[in-house]
């Protein structure tokens, strides 16, 4: 069986509520302009009915997903594989223009990266907390590594961050 890369749940449940939306947007229903007068002009209703169900369900299945790939995709042990991934990556790319593969609805920018249809994608699985040096007072993380991990893997030992922000999603 095949390592999921970790994202894939959550690519799939943006991918179907995103094709779901676009195809409501664009096929000129006859629903359409009663859907779209009805959430202009009774946001709250449609808040509370729809909206805060669905995003309880989503953060339902990323809480559900962050626990699995926590027990079952994490591997600080593979990070130097990992690493060699990322490298035969960079070589196949052959100088063409690169990003990451990680998708934009994970970003805290509201920009499309439209540029990621165009360039190479590369793959970087590297989410977890490497080490942490009690002696030098540091941690060693790889990249994508969220604050929220960090702040999990330091809180047992009785330590925290100096600067600890909020949003427990945002990478390193």
């Not at 095949?2 to 629903?31: D, H, I, Y």
């Not at 009805?38 to 953060?59: E, T």
């Not at 626990?67 to 790319?93: G, T």
């Not at 998708?103 to 920009?111: E, H, K, N, V």
Request: proline share 5%.
């Amino acid at each position: 069986m095949n390592e999921m890369s970790c994202g894939t749940l959550g690519n799939c449940l943006t991918s179907m509520v995103g094709t779901a939306l676009k195809v409501f947007l664009t096929v000129t229903s006859p629903l359409r302009p009663f859907v779209a007068d009805f959430v202009a002009n009774y946001r709250g209703i449609f808040v509370i009915i729809f909206l805060l169900p669905l995003s309880g369900l989503y953060d339902l299945a990323w809480a559900l997903y962050r626990l699995y790939s926590n027990i079952w995709l994490r591997s600080p042990e593979k990070h130097d594989e990992r690493v060699r991934d990322i490298q035969a990556q960079v070589k196949a790319a052959n100088g063409r223009h690169m990003c990451t593969a990680r998708p934009g609805w994970l970003a805290m920018s509201l920009r499309e990266g439209k540029y990621k249809k165009t360039f190479v994608n590369i793959r970087m699985n590297l989410y977890d907390v490497l080490n942490i040096y009690t002696e030098k007072r540091t941690v060693r993380v790889e990249p994508l590594c969220t604050m929220g991990q960090i702040t999990a893997a330091l809180i047992p030992k009785g330590w925290t961050l100096a600067v600890t922000p909020e949003l427990d999603d945002l990478t390193v």
